[in-house]
């Protein structure tokens, strides 16, 4: 295959077609995706169980949950910033190494109090995972198909979900709890296969002098070097490895941060309240009981698997923008429809599983274009702080989500269909976000977003496939 000309490895970089370098990169990245999301969804089937056999109340539930969530906005902040420092393939590896640990020890806790300490160190590697593998997948990727890759990068978070629910539905009841969580230990060894076969970003070695390693990591990609003159990369006036708020907040990116903490708060709100509780709401406000929740939780999430693939093929095709705003006004709408009509009292198994599923394939396919559009809009010197605090901002979210459903189903005068009510609104609002603050991204190399920051109208023309 020809190779694609250009002067600088950032150029040759987004120009070449995608190949095998790029395939293994997007799927040694998308198992550790997978880990990751599989510990995030034990937990949701544990509680279950752990609020039976210990007894807790919906408060201490909610807080359970949010207590890892506030360990994953730690993470990701924190992340982004020593991927900037160190490297994305180091942070990648260590932030695993932490959640996978920390998630074997929870299967020894004794008392609520340990529980709560575990889960928040086990949240400080999951959240950081997320946005580092978002952001060295984006810095290989070609900029014609950067979109589509991000989006199947996290569609492989609904196979971790899927397995998280499997285990749920078949290990927890017959098992326990505690053989879940040493289950949720085994990703500790993937971080031996990562460590020898993912490559480090080139641009990020770029931005740091390093060019012998940059071309080396560029080389493992399948892309050509020995004719390249020149190493350019988007340096564009910023620092790396810093905190990176003074360039987020400053000239030219304001109001991208804007868009992007908005529209992050919103979506790790709405996705931890709905799904970390969901097994929850079935198993005590729907009345199904333990087994035929989590089975119908396993079903709904299925649905996440078209939601991706669907969203990763209109991402190149209709682009980030509108892709993200109709995947969120579907989700808003679906879950609308399940609180009014699948959780009625009147409601078949059936109808909630349809109405479930409708939220799952919305929600999903836009969490996969909010991955790929991140990391898009910064460049290489912040690109990790700006994900990673984007990503942590949005884990206020997730605290204050799950937290407020408890504090809600616990409540006189609301129930479970006023939680998902609530939820539609949310999703609503950031829908909305974007559409009048985000801009198009599709087919433009890094290079050129970095250089054409906020001046740019929200309604740009990306340059054609």
Do not use: C
Not at 135 to 150: D, F, I, N, Q
Not at 229 to 257: F, I, N, Q
Not at 314 to 323: C, F
Not at 431 to 446: I, M, Q, W, Y
């Amino acid at each position: 295959m020809r190779e694609a000309s250009g002067r600088g490895l950032g150029e040759r970089l987004d120009a070449q077609p995608v190949g095998r370098g790029h395939r293994k990169v997007t799927v040694l990245s998308g198992l550790g995706w997978m880990f990751d999301a599989m510990d995030i969804g034990l937990l949701s089937f544990v509680m279950v169980a752990l609020a039976q056999e210990w007894g807790l109340s919906q408060g201490q539930v909610g807080t359970a949950i949010s207590v890892g969530l506030f360990g994953m906005f730690v993470g990701a902040a924190a992340s982004g910033i020593l991927a900037d420092r160190y490297g994305r393939k180091a942070i990648l590896l260590l932030t695993m190494l932490v959640y996978s640990v920390a998630t074997g020890l929870t299967a020894l806790v004794w008392g609520y109090g340990a529980l709560l300490v575990l889960r928040f160190v086990t949240g400080l590697g999951l959240g950081g995972e997320l946005p580092v593998a978002s952001t060295l997948v984006a810095e290989v990727a070609p900029a014609k198909s950067r979109g589509r890759m991000l989006v199947l990068l996290e569609s492989f978070w609904a196979y971790g979900w899927i397995l998280a629910a499997a285990i749920g539905y078949l290990v927890i009841p017959e098992y326990g709890w505690r053989v879940a969580f040493v289950i949720g230990a085994l990703p500790a060894l993937y971080v031996l296969v990562l460590r020898r076969h993912l490559p480090e970003s080139p641009r990020y070695l770029l931005r740091n002098g390093r060019n012998v390693e940059a071309r080396e990591a560029a080389e493992r990609l399948g892309v050509r070097t020995d004719d390249i003159e020149d190493t350019r990369t988007d340096a564009v006036g910023v620092r790396s490895g810093g905190l990176g708020l003074r360039e987020l907040w400053g000239e030219g990116y304001a109001r991208r941060t804007a868009m992007l903490w908005v529209l992050w708060f919103g979506m790790v709100f709405s996705y931890y309240g709905i799904f970390t509780w969901l097994p929850q709401i079935l198993a005590t406000s729907a009345g199904y009981g333990l087994v035929k929740s989590f089975q119908f939780v396993l079903l709904i999430t299925l649905a996440q698997i078209p939601g991706y693939f669907s969203a990763a093929y209109l991402v190149e095709k209709w682009g980030r923008k509108p892709t993200l705003v109709i995947y969120l006004l579907g989700s808003a709408v679906g879950a609308l429809a399940f609180g009014l009509r699948g959780l009625g009292a009147e409601a078949s198994g059936a109808e909630l599983i349809i109405w479930g599923s409708l939220v799952s394939f919305f929600n999903l396919g836009a969490w996969g274009v909010l991955y790929g559009y991140t990391p898009e809009l910064y460049p290489t010197g912040v690109r990790g702080s700006g994900a990673g605090w984007a990503a942590g901002v949005g884990r206020i979210g997730g605290i204050v989500g799950p937290y407020l459903v408890g504090v809600m189903l616990g409540a006189q005068g609301f129930g479970a269909s006023s939680v998902f009510v609530m939820f539609a609104a949310v999703l609503l609002v950031i829908a909305l976000d974007v559409l009048f603050l985000g801009e198009e991204t599709k087919g433009r190399a890094l290079e050129e977003i970095s250089e054409s920051p906020d001046r740019l109208p929200v309604s740009a023309t990306p340059t054609s496939n």
